[in-house]
């Protein structure tokens, strides 16, 4: 059955602390992606990833970096957080098809809810 | 650079019932989602409709594509309250040409 498995559901974290969002998946896609969703907004995209150590900006990249070290993880960070990233954060992925590009079905996380106080 | 964008916000029927939901979008697309979304979860992929396609079933839903009018919409037949969730068209788009997403349809079904 296909997984994407994100670190945590729900985190607490105090204005200016770093903070890592793990995701793993086991489908061996090439593509993996962060989103944040904020009510009224929709879903928003951070990062985009589409192999090992390769990443593109999506729409929201200000206040965030991203880490693929290995295919399966793909890591969002915070590098000083601040309350305007309270968000509920999604991560996916997908396989990389010619014809969809990076336009396919993607397959999501849970989410990590993330307060910033 | 909001792409696709889903009306009504918001719907409420009764179990049974058909509930349909609407999509419009603002540039050409090679293809189009529906993804779920129950309370506090993550999306979960319905079904994809590519361009050249004007109509396609899965199970209980139908999704139609007007790429003149550049719309879709959803049909969800004799519902269920199980079928209570955010319902989100999702669009290639935008600077980066990845998949954009509505702000989406909730959909709640009274049993």
């Known amino acids: 059955d296909v997984k994407v498995t994100q670190s945590s559901r729900y985190l607490v974290k105090r204005t200016g602390e770093k903070v890592f969002l793990e995701c793993v998946q086991d489908m061996d896609h090439e593509n993996m992606f962060w989103y944040r969703q904020d009510p009224g907004l929709g879903l928003r995209l951070i990062y985009f990833?589409?192999?090992?150590?390769?990443?593109e900006k999506g729409d929201i990249p200000e206040g965030y970096s991203v880490s693929r070290e290995k295919k399966e993880r793909f890591s969002l960070i915070l590098e000083s957080a601040s309350t305007n990233q309270t968000s509920m954060y999604l991560c996916?992925?997908?396989?990389?098809?010619?014809?969809?590009?990076?336009?396919?079905?993607?397959?999501f996380g849970e989410g990590s809810r993330l307060t910033v106080l | 650079s909001q792409q696709g964008e889903e009306d009504p916000q918001a719907l409420s029927i009764q179990e049974g019932e058909n509930a349909t939901m609407n999509c419009s979008y603002k540039?050409?697309?090679?293809?189009l989602q529906w993804y779920r979304q129950n309370s506090g979860r993550g999306l979960v992929h319905l079904i994809l409709?590519?361009?050249?396609?004007r109509e396609k079933h899965s199970g209980r839903l139908r999704v139609t594509l007007d790429t003149s009018k550049k719309s879709s919409s959803l049909l969800i037949t004799a519902s269920r309250a199980a079928d209570t969730a955010s319902y989100f068209c999702?669009?290639?788009?935008?600077?980066?040409?990845?998949?954009?997403f509505g702000t989406g349809t909730l959909l709640a079904v009274q049993p």
């Open positions: 409709i590519r361009s050249n396609e």
């Open positions: 540039t050409s697309i090679n293809n």
């Open positions: 996916a992925s997908s396989w990389l098809r010619s014809w969809y590009r990076a336009t396919g079905e993607l397959f």
């Open positions: 990833s589409y192999d090992v150590k390769m990443k």
């Open positions: 999702a669009t290639p788009g935008g600077a980066t040409n990845k998949l954009i």
